[in-house]
């Protein structure tokens, strides 16, 4: 079933202002719908025009290198995106993710943390991997670390930011021990030696069949562990159902505090 006809008009991503554009798109069409897949999007828009800045800037040590990069990297969650508007099968972490948006209730961080699984944990790897085949893959890692810096900071700062217009977030920290910086670190500190691991391993791999059978067995893991950070343990689950009764505004107006 098409939802859109956006789904049936995108043209390929060449640029990141091309990313940038097709960002908007899936952020204004969560707003019209009231669906949490705009969640992430609004976080990805924000890195993305980050690392785009960084670049004017020549913050990396290959500017050319990393806009490739970054349009490699957003179209495979753009391609996502599509994939389950047109009722196709994208990965499998991406699914679980994809799916959790019309759900009532995951909270805001939730549905971030499940983007982060699948495109860090996965997608992050195999696009590392196509920029930069073979040995190329070694002269990667500054920027490779740098993309990942500016992500958690970002992180950081939306965390924050709900905090202060959703009370009921603070409850994960009162209730919780900590849960959502724990929730957090998984998804930071572990996906970048997870994603770099996977980079180097397919970089080095020049079987097209064994690196698809090693991107499948990644992506059976991560669906696991998004289906983890959707059913964190009673405990965990009860906290967050808390925090989900305590979430004030619509999704546009959470949308808006996101994209800030």
């Given at each position: 079933?098409r939802?859109?006809p956006f789904?049936?008009?995108?043209?390929?991503?060449?640029?990141i202002?091309d990313?940038l554009?097709?960002l908007?798109?899936?952020?204004?069409?969560?707003?019209?719908?009231?669906?949490?897949?705009g969640?992430f999007?609004a976080l990805?828009?924000?890195?993305?025009a980050?690392?785009?800045?960084r670049?004017a800037?020549?913050?990396f040590?290959?500017g050319p290198?990393m806009?490739?990069?970054d349009?490699?990297f957003?179209s495979r969650?753009?391609?996502?995106?599509?994939?389950?508007?047109r009722?196709?099968?994208p990965?499998n972490c991406?699914?679980?993710?994809l799916?959790?948006?019309r759900?009532y209730w995951p909270?805001?961080?939730?549905?971030?943390?499940l983007?982060?699984n699948?495109?860090?944990?996965?997608d992050?790897?195999?696009?590392?991997?196509?920029v930069?085949?073979g040995?190329e893959?070694?002269?990667?890692?500054h920027?490779?670390?740098t993309?990942?810096?500016v992500?958690?900071?970002?992180v950081n700062?939306?965390?924050?930011?709900m905090?202060?217009?959703w009370?009921?977030?603070?409850?994960?920290?009162?209730?919780g021990?900590?849960?959502?910086?724990a929730?957090?670190?998984?998804?930071?500190?572990?996906?970048?030696?997870?994603s770099?691991?996977?980079?180097?391993?397919l970089?080095?791999?020049p079987?097209t069949e064994?690196?698809?059978a090693?991107?499948r067995?990644?992506?059976g893991?991560?669906?696991?562990?998004?289906?983890g950070v959707?059913?964190?343990?009673w405990?965990a689950t009860?906290?967050l159902?808390?925090?989900?009764l305590?979430e004030?505004?619509s999704?546009?107006e959470?949308?808006?505090v996101l994209l800030?």
């Amino acid at each position: 079933m098409r939802f859109h006809p956006f789904v049936d008009v995108i043209p390929a991503l060449k640029t990141i202002d091309d990313v940038l554009v097709q960002l908007d798109t899936i952020i204004g069409i969560a707003r019209n719908r009231g669906t949490a897949d705009g969640y992430f999007a609004a976080l990805y828009r924000r890195v993305t025009a980050e690392v785009k800045a960084r670049i004017a800037k020549g913050e990396f040590e290959d500017g050319p290198r990393m806009a490739r990069f970054d349009v490699i990297f957003a179209s495979r969650y753009v391609d996502a995106w599509l994939q389950q508007e047109r009722g196709e099968q994208p990965t499998n972490c991406w699914r679980v993710a994809l799916a959790a948006s019309r759900s009532y209730w995951p909270v805001v961080m939730q549905h971030l943390l499940l983007g982060m699984n699948a495109h860090i944990n996965l997608d992050l790897g195999i696009a590392a991997s196509e920029v930069s085949p073979g040995v190329e893959i070694n002269a990667l890692k500054h920027d490779f670390e740098t993309i990942n810096r500016v992500l958690g900071d970002l992180v950081n700062d939306v965390q924050d930011r709900m905090g202060r217009v959703w009370p009921g977030v603070r409850v994960l920290d009162r209730l919780g021990g900590g849960l959502d910086e724990a929730l957090v670190n998984f998804s930071i500190s572990r996906a970048r030696d997870a994603s770099w691991l996977l980079a180097t391993t397919l970089a080095a791999e020049p079987d097209t069949e064994r690196r698809a059978a090693h991107v499948r067995m990644i992506d059976g893991a991560m669906s696991l562990i998004g289906r983890g950070v959707l059913n964190p343990g009673w405990r965990a689950t009860a906290i967050l159902a808390v925090v989900r009764l305590r979430e004030r505004g619509s999704v546009a107006e959470k949308l808006d505090v996101l994209l800030k």
